[in-house]
Nanobody
């Protein structure tokens, strides 16, 4: 099993910044991709950004140019730097790790980001 622990969520005014962190532990061998997803009540979980073990990144159109994902393989940690935050970015943000060899996704418990207008 892989355990994912998120931190860094909170309340921020529109235009502000937050940095989310997610540290993986446990059976981390074979993790290919890590990333962040978000979900509002009553809505489907949606992709925010992902980063592969080789450093390739992918972003949702809604966050391109504002959010930056990065990964420290030595620390088994993925970060999400969120700038120019908007009220519509308010969501619970979930860390994800994916093992391609098993086709298995692992999820953190989520961290709440609230952006006030």
């Amino acid at each position: 099993q892989v355990q994912l622990v998120e931190s860094g969520g909170g309340l921020v005014q529109a235009g502000g910044s937050l940095r989310l962190s997610c540290q993986a532990s446990g059976n981390i061998f074979g993790i290919n991709r890590m990333g962040w997803y978000r979900q509002a009540p009553g809505k489907q979980r949606e992709l925010v950004a992902t980063v592969s073990s080789g450093g390739s990144t992918n972003y949702a159109d809604s966050v391109k140019g504002r959010f930056t994902i990065s990964r420290d393989n030595a620390k088994n940690t993925v970060y999400l730097q969120m700038n120019s935050l908007k009220p519509e970015d308010t969501d619970v943000y979930y860390c994800n790790a994916y093992k391609a060899i098993y086709g298995t996704d692992y999820w953190g418990k989520g961290t709440l980001v609230t952006v006030s207008s």
